[in-house]
């Protein structure tokens, strides 16, 4: 199924990762949580935190980049917040421009 592949995805990415222990205690991933729009999926790994060389910061920064990645390259859509926006009196609202938007009004 889909939710067995994009299981199968993050455990992949995390045996990929440095930091990370795989024979020891392996990388997991599982559906914690259903909600009404969402089938949310945890990641779970260790790392060796007697190595004063690995950062477990660096390491999950790495992870959930590597995660983001390599599940949307296999076509999975991450859902974003949903902000509702009502203008009742018409009148301009301000707006946060990204980088490219805001470089390109120049």
């Not at 392996?26 to 945890?42: E, R, S």
């Amino acid at each position: 199924s889909d939710i067995n592949r994009a299981i199968d995805i993050l455990e992949e990415t995390m045996n990929d990762l440095d930091g990370i222990l795989k024979d020891e205690k392996p990388p997991m991933a599982f559906v914690d949580t259903l909600t009404k729009n969402t089938i949310n999926i945890k990641v779970m790994f260790w790392i060796n935190t007697f190595d004063k060389n690995i950062s477990w910061l660096k390491v999950q920064t790495a992870a959930i980049e590597k995660s983001l990645t390599a599940l949307d390259k296999a076509g999975y859509y991450i859902p974003r917040d949903i902000i509702e926006l009502k203008n009742y009196k018409n009148s301009n609202l301000k707006t946060h421009l990204n980088k490219e938007e805001k470089y390109a009004r120049r």
